[in-house]
T-cell receptor, first 115, second 115 residues
Framework: EAGVTQFPSHSVIEKGQTVTLRCDPISGHDNLYWYRRVMGKEIKFLLHFVKESKQDESGMPNNRFLAERTGGTYSTLKVQPAELEDSGVYFC?????????????FGPGTRLLVL | AQKVTQAQTEISVVEKEDVTLDCVYETRDTTYYLFWYKQPPSGELVFLIRRNSFDEQNEISGRYSWNFQKSTSSFNFTITASQVVDSAVYFCALSEARWDYKLSFGAGTTVTVRA
C-alpha cells in the first residue's frame, strides 16, 4: 500500500511568488492534515479535512494560505503571495475513518524556501 | 503554553550505548494519545508508537521501549544498543479529545549515533 506522497519535495521561490503544494493521502483515508515546521521550531498544525470538508483550519497563519481538497482525494495548499517567514517544511498526514484518534501517517514533506 | 516538552535538543552517543529521550506533556483531558515519530535524514516522519491515556503498560519493540507514567506526565523512549541507523530527529506528540485529536508536537530531539 502506498504511503502519503507529497509534491514537490523541494521548492525555492522568491518573495511575492505563488507556490502550490500537493498531498496525496493513503487511499481510503478520510482525514487529511497539513502541518508545518518552521526552522528550529515545533511542527505545528495548520488544518484538517474530513473528506472534502474543512473540519478545522484554526492553524492557518493568514489568508495568504488556501487549502483545498476537491473530491475528497488529494489536497493542495497554495501560498500566495509567499513571504520569507513561510519558509519551512510542510507535512501532510492522513488517517483512516472518522475516528479522529486514529494514527496519522505522514508524508515526506515539502521543503519550501522563500528568498 | 507548550503542551509537549522535549528538554533534550541533541544527544550524541557511541554505537551500542543506550539512549533515553524524555517527553513531558501537559493536558487537562482524561482521554488523550501520545505518539513518537522518527524523522531520519531522508525527511519523512515515521510513526513509531501510539499509546492511549488509559493504558500505562510499558511497551517494548525490539531495541525500542517506552515508559509511560501518568503520575509525572511523561512518555519516555529508550533505544537500547543504539546503531548508526538510529540517527534521526525524534518527536513526541500529544493528541487530545478536546482539540479533535490534532497533534501537538514537541520540538524534537536530534540523536546522533557515532560508529
Amino acid at each position: 500500500e502506498a504511503g502519503v506522497t507529497q509534491f514537490p519535495s523541494h521548492s525555492v521561490i522568491e518573495k511575492g511568488q505563488t507556490v502550490t503544494l500537493r498531498c496525496d493521502p493513503i487511499s481510503g483515508h478520510d482525514n487529511l492534515y497539513w502541518y508545518r515546521r518552521v526552522m528550529g521550531k515545533e511542527i505545528k498544525f495548520l488544518l484538517h479535512f474530513v473528506k472534502e470538508s474543512k473540519q478545522d483550519e484554526s492553524g492557518m497563519p493568514n489568508n495568504r494560505f488556501l487549502a483545498e481538497r476537491t473530491g475528497g482525494t488529494y489536497s493542495t495548499l497554495k501560498v500566495q503571495p509567499a513571504e520569507l517567514e513561510d519558509s519551512g517544511v510542510y507535512f501532510c498526514a492522513s488517517s483512516q475513518r472518522q475516528a479522529l484518534q486514529e494514527t496519522q501517517y505522514f508524508g515526506p514533506g515539502t521543503r519550501l524556501l522563500v528568498l | 503554553a507548550q503542551k509537549v516538552t522535549q528538554a533534550q535538543t541533541e544527544i550524541s552517543v557511541v554505537e551500542k550505548e543506550d539512549v533515553t529521550l524524555d517527553c513531558v506533556y501537559e493536558t487537562r483531558d482524561t482521554t488523550y494519545y501520545l505518539f513518537w515519530y522518527k524523522q531520519p535524514p531522508s525527511g519523512e516522519l515515521v510513526f513509531l508508537i501510539r499509546r492511549n491515556s488509559f493504558d500505562e503498560q510499558n511497551e517494548i519493540s525490539g531495541r525500542y521501549s517506552w515508559n509511560f507514567q501518568k503520575s509525572t506526565s511523561s512518555f519516555n523512549f529508550t533505544i537500547t544498543a543504539s546503531q548508526v541507523v538510529d540517527s534521526a530527529v525524534y518527536f513526541c506528540a500529544l493528541s487530545e479529545a478536546r482539540w479533535d485529536y490534532k497533534l501537538s508536537f514537541g520540538a524534537g530531539t536530534t540523536v546522533t549515533v557515532r560508529a
